[in-house]
Structure formats: C-alpha cells, structure tokens
C-alpha cells in the first residue's frame, strides 16, 4: 500500500462530502487516502452522512492509521466560519491552501498522487490566487511549462490546446508548437497507460475543420504541420478532422484520443457521455494529478445527495498511474 492525497476543495461545496462517500465507500482501492483539508468540515460531514469511521488528525501524512478517516488540518475553518453553497475569499483561499500542501508533500514524496475535489475559480481569485484553475496551480508549483488537461469521460478521452480562456483567445493560442506539444503529451500519457501506438485524431478549429480555408486558415497554418511534425516523430496523429464528426469517430473507436483546441470542444461531448464517472488529469506534471469532472455544485452542496462516482474514479486513475 502506498499514500494519495485527496484536496477536499472548497469547502462550501461538494468537495468534502464526495471526499469523504469516495473514501468510505464499497470500492477497495490500491493506495490509502489522506484528505488534505479542514478538521471540522469533515467532522461535520462524517456527521451528516452518518459515516461510523473515526476522524483522524495527523500533521503529516505518514501518520496514517488504517480505520480512520485520515485529515491534515491545512486550514482551520469551521462550519460558522462560512455559508454553505456561497461563495468566499476564505474558502477560495482555503482551497487554494489545501491544494499547495498536497502539491508540495508530492513532491518530497511523502504521497504518490494528488486527487483534487473541485474550488470554485470566483472564490479562489477572490481569495488572493489569480489562477484559472487548479491546473495553473499544479504547473506553477510544480515549475513546469508544457503541460494540458485531459478529461476521460465515458468511452471518450479528450486533451486540450487551451481551456480557461475566453473564446477569442482560445482561437489565438491555436499554434503549431502549442498543438504538438499536446499530441506530444496525449501520445506519452495513453503510451504509460498501456496503449502502444495510440491513434491520436486531431481536431479542427473552424467548420468542417476550415473547408480547405474557406471558413479559415488555423487548420492550414497551424494545425496541419503541427501533425506533420508529430508524424514525422513516428507519432500515429491524423486531422484536422471536422469537429462536428471527430468524436463520434472515436465513440465508434476509430480513435483513443482527440485532441482538441479549447475547453467547450473537448468538455461538452464528455460532458454529455461521462458526466458521472469523468475524470480531468493534469498530463506534464512532474506529480500525478487527478480531480472530479465537475465543480463545487453549491446548488446542492450540504444536502448529502452529491454523487461521489467521478471521484471514485479519479482515484482510481490515480492508481493507475502508480
Ligand atoms: N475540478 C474542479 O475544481 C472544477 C471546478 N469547477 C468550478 O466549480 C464552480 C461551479 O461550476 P459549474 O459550472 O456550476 O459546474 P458544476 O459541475 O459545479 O455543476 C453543474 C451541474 O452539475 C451538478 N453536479 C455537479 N457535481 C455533481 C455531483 N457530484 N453530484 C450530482 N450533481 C452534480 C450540479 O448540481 C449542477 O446542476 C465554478 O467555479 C467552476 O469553475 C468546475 C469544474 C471542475
Ligand atoms: O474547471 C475545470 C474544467 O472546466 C477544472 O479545471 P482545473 O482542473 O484546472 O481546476
């Protein structure tokens, strides 16, 4: 058995209660699980679900004792300290704060992966972290340049050119080097997870993936020799498909991985065929990062009816990757 960190995210949404069914549930996992997060939230949480298991508070994950549930207190936050379902600087900030001491235990190797419950992006700016994400987090304090979000969701995988930008930018950081570095990294991460020569297809920007130029030139300027350049490395990447058909190709398993050029692109097919049981992966990192497809949900955070399959999930895909 080895350690995984578990970031409970912001602690107004759903993040501690998906923690803490995942943890508890029937599924038996590889790895044992220590939550990086607040000691009262969970208390209050374990409470709630009427999870028997006693809560733990260690200062380091080492500590870990089987039978427990396991809980670095990052931040001491308590349940009056906030409202259930809104958003605040303090969770934003608490968020951010869990995420950097699991990032930096990972790094000592004090754990052998990072699984992040979901913050909420207007408390985390809020909170003082202009970051877009959690993936801006890890590749910040991690050091690292060349990195792109993966989402598995369903019988579809998907990376992304770009993802928390606003749309008119997405279309500007479509660039040749940018597009290979990401069939670089599709290819390198389906290779560790046990595919040989994975069948990358490579989306276009525009309809009908430009129409030889007539509703663009992306595909002709960027993308194009950005496949050829991953070719010529002895990479199986063919494209620009049309968007509109590429993913329905890949459902039928002409594909194992689309790369796609922005955040919509990619989430909405996934979205739409693996929402329960989707996993996002940070693919670059030095760590291994996985985290829930969906977010902090505070329309129904408190309520005890979240649906703790996706994070199950990513922490089993976590394991995978150990
Ligand atoms: N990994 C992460 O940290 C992620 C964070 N976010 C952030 O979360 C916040 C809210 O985002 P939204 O777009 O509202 O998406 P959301 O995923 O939080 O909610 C969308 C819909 O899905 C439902 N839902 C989400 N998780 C669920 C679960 N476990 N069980 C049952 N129903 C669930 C919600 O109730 C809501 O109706 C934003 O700040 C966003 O940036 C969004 C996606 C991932
Ligand atoms: O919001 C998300 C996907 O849309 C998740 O982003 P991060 O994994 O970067 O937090």
Redesign the pocket.
């Known amino acids: 058995m080895y350690l995984i960190g578990i970031t409970m995210?912001d602690p107004a949404?759903?993040g501690p209660e998906?923690t803490l069914k995942a943890i508890t549930s029937k599924h038996s996992f590889k790895a044992q699980y220590v939550i990086y997060g607040s000691v009262k939230v969970i208390e209050y949480y374990r409470n709630l679900l009427g999870i028997e298991l006693p809560v733990n508070k260690i200062s380091r994950a080492g500590d870990y004792k089987g039978g427990r549930i396991n809980v670095i207190d990052v931040v001491d936050i308590a349940m009056e300290d906030f409202e259930i379902g809104k958003v605040s600087p303090k969770c934003g900030d608490a968020a951010f704060r869990y995420v950097e001491a699991a990032v930096k235990d990972a790094l000592e190797g004090d754990i052998r992966a990072v699984v992040?419950?979901?913050?909420?992006?207007?408390?985390l700016h809020l909170g003082g972290h202009n970051f877009d994400?959690?993936t801006e987090i890890f590749a910040k304090l991690t050091n690292t340049s060349k990195y792109s979000m993966m989402l598995f969701g369903g019988p579809l995988k998907v990376i992304h050119v770009s993802t928390h930008t606003s749309l008119r930018n997405a279309c500007d950081r479509v660039k040749k080097e940018r597009v290979f570095d990401v069939i670089n990294l599709a290819n390198d991460t389906l290779k560790k997870m046990g595919i040989k020569e994975p069948r990358i297809a490579v989306a276009g920007l525009n309809p009908h993936a430009g129409e030889s130029g007539i509703f663009g030139d992306e595909e002709i300027k960027e993308i194009t020799p950005a496949i050829e350049m991953a070719r010529e490395n002895g990479i199986n990447a063919e494209g620009p498909v049309p968007p509109d058909t590429v993913f329905l190709k890949a459902v039928k398993g002409k594909y194992d991985i689309v790369v796609v050029m922005y955040h919509d692109q990619g989430h909405i097919p996934v979205k739409l065929l693996g929402?329960d049981t989707g996993v996002?992966m940070t693919v670059g990192l030095p760590i291994i990062r996985t985290?829930?497809?969906?977010?902090?949900?505070?329309?129904?955070a408190g309520k005890g009816?979240?649906?703790?399959k996706?994070m199950i999930e990513a922490m089993k895909t976590a394991e995978m990757f150990n």
């Open positions: 995210g949404g759903v998906v992040t419950a979901p913050l909420n992006k207007e408390a994400g959690h929402f996002n985290s829930v497809d969906h977010g902090t949900a505070f329309d129904i009816i979240a649906d703790e996706s």
